[in-house]
């Protein structure tokens, strides 16, 4: 989201999973948590082709590797690499590329491959060549997954009369014409003009599709996660505790540590004449909690749920049926040097 001589935050990383296993990219090191129950990762192998992929997936025997406007499909047994496919540009089939922004993302499906770039979707077939292709509606959709006949996509929105900024989550037709909003939330960065206040403390919207239905969290009302089906209609909600983690001041100073050395910011104090320049731009705000879900992700029948929550350089989760039932938790190797604005984009590592 730009903001005239202010701070604008944007990027990008990954995403996927098979049954029990969540995956992990350390570049160009490819690491599986096998037996998630049992909180242990096994190192599979090295991509020695990648250098700083934008997405990553998993889909049955393959790994499915978005980088810029190419994209690599590993074998999963012995990390070989399959095939590779896309060209960079604007034309027909190809994925426009913006520099330090992992922007572009990937959704396998049985016989089809979803490429999402900044203003379209390339919809490729398994062996690479160009099935489909839908021009996005608006500038601002940040994430797109096929549900049914429809799509579900998260989209920036401005709201010029009451001054405030949203994230939604819209249903939209084949053809990406909006059809319904499911939810909104306010987004991390209020203003139009500097000072812009920026909440450090990032809740962002996170959904995912499974068996045509439509799990979406809804962590600034609590533990919450609602299932809708592929027309929009709620088919039930997923409710717990919210267990209440504070935001400690160790916890506010690695924030800011973290913004300022984040690569895009430290490229717009260089184009504004140093950090204090950015820091008369902002106002950091900081929540006295932690949101209750960070990431979610469903698979094999299952809810993954990462939290906020890590010690000893691992996240929680919560492992749990699809309605919610048989809440199992398990700690899982943290992701390491995310780019902050990377998760803006909703393409940071991930579960699944």
Known sequence: MPVKNGCALGGMKMKKTKLLKILTVLIPVVTILVTANMGFAKKLGVLPELG???????????????????????????????????????????????????????????????????NKIVIFNKDGSVKKEIKKTNQFIRKTLPLGKNFVIKRGLVDIKAKKVYTT?????????????????????????????????????????????????????GFLIDVYDSNGKLLYSINKKDPKMPVTKTDIEKMKTRFRE????????????????????IRMKFAETYPPIRRIGVTGGKIYVQTFKVKDGKDLYHIMDLKGNNDKQTWVPAFSNVPLTAELLSASLSII
């Open 52 to 118: 700083k992929p934008d997405n990553l997936t998993v889909y049955k025997d393959e790994i499915y590797v978005v980088e810029g406007a190419k994209i690599l499909v590993y074998s999963l047994k012995d990390m070989k690499l399959v095939r590779s496919f896309g060209k960079r540009g604007e034309g027909p089939g190809e994925l426009m590329v913006i520099p330090n922004i992992y922007y572009n993302r990937l959704h396998v499906t049985e016989n089809a491959i979803q490429a999402e770039s900044v």
């Open 262 to 281: 984040d690569p895009s910011i430290k490229e717009q104090s260089k184009q504004q004449g140093g950090y204090a320049e950015i820091e008369k731009n």
């Open 169 to 221: 989550v819209m249903l939209c037709d084949s053809e990406m014409k909006e059809l319904k909003e499911l939810y909104r939330q306010d987004f991390v960065q209020q203003g139009f003009a500097p000072p812009v206040t920026i909440q450090m403390v990032m809740d962002f919207i996170d959904f995912y599709v499974y068996d045509d239905k439509l799990f979406l969290e809804k962590s600034q009302k």
